[in-house]
């Protein structure tokens, strides 16, 4: 069972300190949402989202509340609702896979609450509009919003720097993903030549609407193996976990999966009491069509696992992604030199771009350009 983060220790704490100051017996789920507004974190940010400033949401149910006549130095006791809700927040998390309680999971427990509670009603008398709160808490793709990273959000917002010079291996992807079958690719390449560069450069054409129409308004999620099977020591958690986001997925359609060294993820999940492996939960996805998946791989890594089991050989189609030449790379590295320099604070000689990519071609054979 998921267990209480500190934020949600500390939302208790202060409602707790809430209730005192009220001169309050008891704590109910009013002096929780106030504590909740104290926080900058999603129910601050859903608030603004609807144009309310959070102090005034906070004195407007202070007021409600009206001052108690506890002596000092009472010791104010949860009410049944406080606790239900406290409940039905630890009941949201467990139903994401989560290993913590979260501010999240308390927020739409509250907002999940009796419509005639005390707390909503005082809420809409304030102006609150509590159905669009909640729509806009209420994930889809909540296992996936934890264990993934949403590439396209990440482009929206300006944190992934832009590809340069693979745009073939960018246009092969874009076909394979609209072809009818076979369109799941999988990038094929040494490591360090920029797979994940070119998963994030799609990422930016989604953003930007510069792809066919079936790629269009779709999320491009990353996958990291660890976060799915972290956690999952016993026999059934990790395929409970992954069964859950691949339903996510295909629910939602409008999600492709980026998995980064997608032979490691082929092989996850062999846990204790001898669990199934990812690739025996994905494979029949896939046949169905219900996921879409970018995978990245070496070559070594693509013909042991996936050019050897016909069912994912028959399901992915290769990307070969090749080293840049030195010159290739010295383009690359001068299309991300602006980054840098605003990232560090420097400013980055001409002369030092060329240095090293010669220092790094000669000197480090086991590496590959532009890593």
Known sequence: MPVPSSTIEQIVALALAEAQHQRSTILGTPHLFIALTRLDGATVAALQAQGHKPKEVRDGLRVALGQGEAPPGTEPQLTRRATANLQRAGALAAGEGADHVEERHLLVAILQDDAASFTLRTLRALGVDIEALRAGLTSATPILDRVGR???????????????????????????????????????????????????G????????????????????ELPTAGLVAGTTYRGQFEERLLGLVEEVKQAGDVILFIDEIHTILRAGAVEGGALDAGNILKPALARGDLRVIGATTTDEYRQYIAQDAALERRFQPVWVGEPTPAEALTILQGVKERYEA???????????????????GWMPDRHLPD
């Open 150 to 200: 949403d590439l396209t959000a990440m482009a929206q917002a300006g944190k992934i720097d832009p590809l340069i010079d693979r745009k073939q291996e960018l246009r092969q992807l874009v076909r394979t993903l609209v072809r009818k079958k076979k369109n799941n690719p999988v990038l094929v390449g040494p490591a360090g030549v920029g797979k994940t560069a070119i998963a994030e």
């Open 343 to 361: 990232h560090h604070g420097v400013a980055i000689a001409k002369d030092a771009l060329e240095t090293a990519v010669q220092l790094s071609a």
């Open 202 to 221: 799609l990422a930016r054409l989604i953003a930007a609407g510069r792809v066919p129409d079936e790629l269009k308004n779709t999320r491009l999620v």
